[in-house]
């Protein structure tokens, strides 16, 4: 007798949607690629990607696209869980980029080098003949996201036109490119930072330590938290002291602010989530404290 009182979460139908794209690109694309920062959106992205194959292991790489001025955390995190799961770890180096002369590294008091990372990726997908990247990018980041579509489609030289995407009716993605040509998925478009929280919590993922909050040493700057490293560039007049902190998000430390935080458990950092009203990046995020078309304009040069 077929039951007529089945039904699925919000989480189960979102998971349902990202394992069928992954799949599908998996099964379309020649060489796609998942890029993995070790922050928390890849963490759950990585998840997926298991769920996905197994119990075959997941069958394409992940990439770091490393800015060198990470968090050391973060780092180990991200070694340590690849070698759990038997993944080929590609790292794209952005001081490897300076140091060949294919960036210019950007000076003074806000100097970042996340927008370097733009031809690192760049090149690095040139080189391994990547044609399909996965990025953890959703929806409720900021506007211009949603202009993506899930199969986001780039040019030959990985540039981004809104005005230039295939429609997407249903679940139907449109993989077809050129040579040269390569698509960025997105497997949680339709998520939001809170779903991915309560994935975490759902799926008992482990997740690096800076995303609980902890006593830290740091700085205010521009209405942000610091961390006092020597990537940060502070100034005389930009005092230190000791805060209680965690981090909602995990990026380059020279611009990646932490928020006051007592949240030491995952429960806590939803009810913390549930309740804020400023979004991940307008509060953490230096460098993204832009206009939505300077925004667009990043990431029309290829930007993530």
Same mark, same amino acid.
């Given at each position: 007798?077929?039951? #007529?009182?089945?039904?699925?979460?919000?989480?189960?139908?979102?998971?349902?949607?990202?394992?069928?794209?992954?799949?599908?690109?998996?099964?379309?694309?020649?060489?796609?690629?998942?890029?993995?920062?070790?922050?928390?959106?890849?963490?759950?992205?990585?998840?997926?990607?298991?769920?996905?194959?197994?119990?075959?292991?997941?069958?394409?790489?992940?990439?770091?696209?490393?800015?060198?001025?990470?968090?050391?955390?973060?780092?180990?995190?991200?070694?340590?869980?690849?070698?759990?799961?038997?993944?080929?770890?590609?790292?794209?180096?952005?001081?490897?980029?300076?140091?060949?002369?294919? /960036?210019?590294?950007? !000076?003074?008091?806000?100097?970042?080098?996340?927008?370097?990372?733009?031809?690192?990726?760049?090149?690095?997908?040139?080189?391994?003949?990547?044609?399909?990247?996965?990025?953890?990018?959703?929806?409720?980041?900021?506007?211009?996201?949603?202009?993506?579509?899930?199969?986001?489609?780039?040019?030959?030289?990985?540039? =981004?036109?809104?005005?230039?995407?295939?429609?997407?009716? =249903?679940?139907?993605?449109?993989?077809?490119?050129?040579?040269?040509?390569? /698509?960025?998925?997105?497997?949680?478009?339709? =998520? !939001?930072?809170?779903?991915?929280?309560?994935?975490?919590?759902?799926?008992?993922?482990?997740?690096?330590?800076?995303?609980?909050?902890?006593?830290?040493?740091?700085?205010?700057?521009?209405?942000?938290?610091?961390?006092?490293?020597?990537?940060?560039?502070?100034?005389?007049?930009?005092?230190?002291?000791?805060?209680?902190?965690?981090?909602?998000?995990?990026?380059?430390? #020279?611009?990646?602010?932490? /928020?006051?935080?007592?949240?030491?458990?995952?429960?806590?950092?939803?009810?913390?989530?549930?309740?804020?009203?400023?979004?991940?990046?307008?509060?953490?995020?230096?460098?993204?404290?832009?206009?939505?078309?300077?925004?667009?304009?990043?990431?029309?040069?290829?930007?993530?």
């Amino acid at each position: 007798m077929q039951r #007529s009182d089945y039904l699925l979460s919000q989480l189960d139908v979102l998971e349902a949607e990202s394992i069928h794209i992954i799949r599908e690109v998996a099964a379309e694309f020649e060489r796609p690629v998942l890029l993995f920062s070790g922050g928390k959106d890849s963490i759950v992205m990585l998840r997926l990607a298991q769920k996905a194959f197994r119990p075959a292991p997941i069958p394409f790489p992940v990439m770091h696209v490393d800015t060198g001025h990470n968090f050391p955390e973060v780092i180990e995190f991200r070694d340590r869980r690849v070698a759990e799961l038997g993944v080929r770890l590609i790292i794209a180096s952005v001081q490897e980029s300076i140091d060949s002369g294919r /960036v210019v590294e950007e !000076t003074g008091k806000r100097a970042s080098r996340n927008r370097l990372q733009t031809t690192t990726l760049l090149d690095a997908i040139e080189e391994h003949r990547f044609d399909a990247a996965f990025g953890g990018a959703r929806r409720d980041e900021e506007k211009a996201r949603a202009k993506e579509r899930v199969v986001s489609f780039r040019d030959d030289f990985g540039q =981004w036109d809104p005005k230039n995407q295939r429609p997407e009716l =249903w679940n139907l993605y449109n993989t077809k490119i050129r040579q040269g040509e390569h /698509v960025r998925v997105f497997p949680l478009s339709n =998520w !939001t930072e809170l779903d991915v929280w309560d994935y975490i919590r759902r799926e008992e993922l482990e997740i690096p330590s800076i995303y609980f909050a902890h006593t830290r040493t740091v700085f205010e700057r521009d209405g942000m938290l610091l961390d006092d490293n020597p990537y940060a560039h502070r100034d005389e007049d930009e005092p230190t002291f000791e805060a209680m902190v965690r981090y909602r998000t995990v990026g380059d430390a #020279s611009c990646t602010g932490a /928020v006051k935080s007592t949240a030491t458990t995952l429960d806590a950092v939803i009810e913390e989530i549930m309740a804020t009203r400023i979004t991940e990046r307008g509060q953490t995020r230096a460098d993204d404290r832009t206009s939505e078309a300077a925004m667009e304009d990043r990431k029309k040069e290829g930007y993530f």
